[in-house]
């Protein structure tokens, strides 16, 4: 979570910033009382499923010292998000975070703007519907700081499906289960341990979520298509 984001120059607010969504999304409320109209209506895809939504277009953000303009956002409730924490007014994608190049340091709690020489495994990464894909044992998995553990989507549970544990996002919730992995990229063991697994594949492409925590640092340079975990 950032605080110091300002929308149409209204502002500070308090947002999440995902690496995993191709998306800006703004409370409803919030947006109405900023005077955002909805200027588009589509269909908005998570891992759980799908439902339509409302957005506006047009939009600048500025988070200092970075600044964005032609910015849009889906109107949402954000109840997901709400249940872990109600001060969250919004959330910054990949249509905000993809003008920059960044790095993001969890445990040490920054988010840094700008390029950056930095050390630790340099890996090219692709694009897929506005998303990083980072490739790996496992296979193409996206770049989310917003997942906490490991997730695999098309992948059998070593136990079975445990409906007691669900995932849950904007769109919807799904049962998950877990299964023994090991994950290696470029050369490099990284992880090893049970994965969440999800039976369905709504995304050709995509074998699932990398979470940032299991690096120190994780920087991305856009400007060149690389990210670098140390």
């Given at each position: 979570?950032?605080?110091?984001?300002?929308?149409?120059?209204?502002?500070?607010?308090?947002?999440?910033?995902?690496?995993?969504?191709?998306?800006?999304?703004?409370?409803?409320?919030?947006?109405?009382?900023?005077?955002?109209?909805?200027?588009?209506?589509?269909?908005?895809?998570?891992?759980?499923?799908?439902?339509?939504?409302?957005?506006?277009?047009?939009?600048?953000?500025?988070?200092?010292?970075?600044?964005?303009?032609?910015?849009?956002?889906?109107?949402?409730?954000?109840?997901?998000?709400?249940?872990?924490?109600?001060?969250?007014?919004?959330?910054?994608?990949?249509?905000?975070?993809?003008?920059?190049?960044?790095s993001i340091d969890l445990r040490g709690k920054r988010l840094e703007f700008g390029k950056?020489?930095?050390?630790?495994?340099?890996?090219?990464?692709?694009?897929?519907?506005?998303?990083?894909?980072?490739?790996?044992?496992?296979?193409?998995?996206?770049?989310?700081?917003?997942?906490?553990?490991l997730v695999l989507f098309g992948v059998e549970s070593d136990g079975g499906v445990d409906?007691?544990?669900?995932?849950?996002?904007?769109?919807g919730s799904q049962a998950i289960g877990t299964a023994s992995r090991k994950l290696v990229?470029?050369?490099?063991?990284?992880?090893?341990?049970?994965?969440?697994?999800?039976?369905?594949?709504?995304?050709?492409?995509?074998?699932?979520?990398?979470?940032?925590?299991?690096?120190?640092?994780?920087?991305?340079?856009?400007?060149?298509?690389?990210?670098?975990?140390?």
């Amino acid at each position: 979570m950032v605080d110091g984001v300002y929308v149409n120059g209204h502002g500070p607010y308090r947002f999440l910033v995902d690496t995993g969504t191709n998306v800006n999304l703004i409370e409803t409320g919030l947006a109405r009382k900023i005077g955002m109209n909805a200027t588009f209506k589509v269909d908005f895809a998570s891992a759980a499923g799908k439902t339509q939504m409302s957005g506006s277009d047009d939009n600048e953000v500025t988070l200092d010292p970075a600044k964005a303009d032609a910015q849009k956002f889906f109107f949402s409730g954000l109840e997901s998000i709400h249940n872990l924490n109600p001060d969250v007014q919004g959330v910054l994608g990949q249509w905000f975070l993809s003008r920059f190049d960044y790095s993001i340091d969890l445990r040490g709690k920054r988010l840094e703007f700008g390029k950056q020489e930095r050390n630790g495994t340099r890996v090219k990464f692709a694009m897929l519907n506005g998303r990083m894909l980072v490739p790996s044992s496992l296979g193409n998995l996206v770049l989310d700081s917003g997942a906490s553990r490991l997730v695999l989507f098309g992948v059998e549970s070593d136990g079975g499906v445990d409906n007691r544990g669900r995932v849950r996002t904007l769109t919807g919730s799904q049962a998950i289960g877990t299964a023994s992995r090991k994950l290696v990229i470029e050369a490099r063991n990284i992880w090893r341990g049970d994965a969440v697994t999800m039976q369905s594949r709504t995304e050709p492409g995509v074998a699932g979520l990398l979470p940032l925590g299991l690096f120190k640092v994780t920087y991305v340079c856009n400007s060149e298509g690389y990210v670098i975990f140390e």
